[in-house]
């Protein structure tokens, strides 16, 4: 019987040309304009790190010693605070983060030197976040703790200075220091830049940063301490810094700590301990707000950050609205062509077809419109993501179409068919066959 649905159908789509492709294009437009917008939504806002994300937590205290109402602590630490959870190992594995400009260059090749971003971090910071590599390895925990002068550098800045060649064991001269490169990077593109993010919270939606690329260069952080010391941002103060840059006796908050904790019970565990940490801060006056600690998944630190740019957000919104307004213009279209061959339902009523055979013959030919104006919003939709991959924005690169996307572009496009066709469908249903006949 679906075959036969589907003969009239085409049949029917034939018959009525211009109609036929007025519906196509306003189904084409609807799902190109909607489906572009949300597969941008769809890279920008999904789990970064699937099966691994809900392990990893975001550590918060309030180091603030001023008395105030803030109810939430600082996005990050200072120096004293980051170095005592650090080092007391209460969580599987543990990373101080901190990010930095430095000048670099590699004093065996001709290139001038490079400003380029540094991450310094701990050790076991590459296992946490499933950092892939293409040559070496992470430097141990014993680097950390000896300041070894070595650093990891990304895929792109070993093509750029090495032509893409094994550079394990080379040099790399940041600032006046001379460090040797342990590993280089498989090409790694993290959704947002998730190990790094703070301040999202106070950008007024203005996030698109936080999916720039990772930063070419990672040293120790014990090892950058000295060898880029002076050149770190402070994310605040609540006095000046004797000297700007230098901030690990300063007053200022600017590390961020992750801890990687397998299971409830051990995040329980720690929450635990930092509360008491807190309490004994709090005994000795540094800190006077012990109840400000938090502990976040990296999921819920994302979300609470409210990375997904709001421009974005709102481009998804009206996409949709634009959808919706070329559905009610389709659901016109189809009501228009089914009345219009009441002649031909009321010969087939009186031939014993049943109303709900002329409803699923008129939802077929709904859902075939729908099928080709999916192919069409298929092709919108990658024109669409073409232009966005031109735009100046950090996270044109990652722009494409995953096979979870394409799959929904036609379901979508059949599902607003249908939805399109349901009442047409109905009322052609409702045709009264001895009426129509009268007028034949």
Known sequence: MFGYYLDLALRSLKRNKVLTALMVLAIAVGIGASMTTLTVMHLLSGDPLPGRSDKLFYVQVDDNPLPGKQKEPMDVMTYQSAMDLWTAHKGDRQAIIVDSPVKLRAPDTTLPPLMMPMLSTTADFFAMFDVPFRYGGPWRAEDDAARARVAIISADLNDKLFGGANSVGRTLRLRDTDVRIVGVLAPWRPSPRYYNIAGGRFSGGKTADYYSKPQDVITPFSSALELNDGNFYQYSCWQLPPAPGHLQNAPCVWLALWVQLGSAAKATAFKRFLDGYVGEQVKSGR????????????????????????????????????????????????????????????????????????????????????????????????????????????????????????????????????????LPAWRASRVTPGLQLKTL
């Open 287 to 422: 800190i006077v707000r012990p109840e400000n600690t938090r502990l976040r998944s990296l999921v819920e630190w994302l979300d609470y950050q409210g990375v997904v740019p709001s421009d974005v957000r709102l481009q998804t919104w009206l996409s949709f609205g634009f959808l919706a307004i070329c559905l009610f213009n389709t659901i016109g279209l189809l009501l228009a062509k089914f009345l219009r061959r009441g002649a031909e339902i009321g010969v087939r009523r009186a031939l014993g077809a049943s109303r709900g055979a002329i409803f699923s013959q008129c939802l077929v030919e709904a859902g075939m419109i729908g099928l080709i104006g999916g192919i069409g919003g298929l092709l919108l939709t990658l024109l669409g993501l073409s232009l966005v991959r031109r735009q100046p924005v950090a996270f044109a690169d990652m722009v494409h179409l995953d096979t979870r996307m394409f799959l929904l572009t036609f379901v979508l496009a059949i599902a607003t068919s249908l939805l399109a066709g349901f």
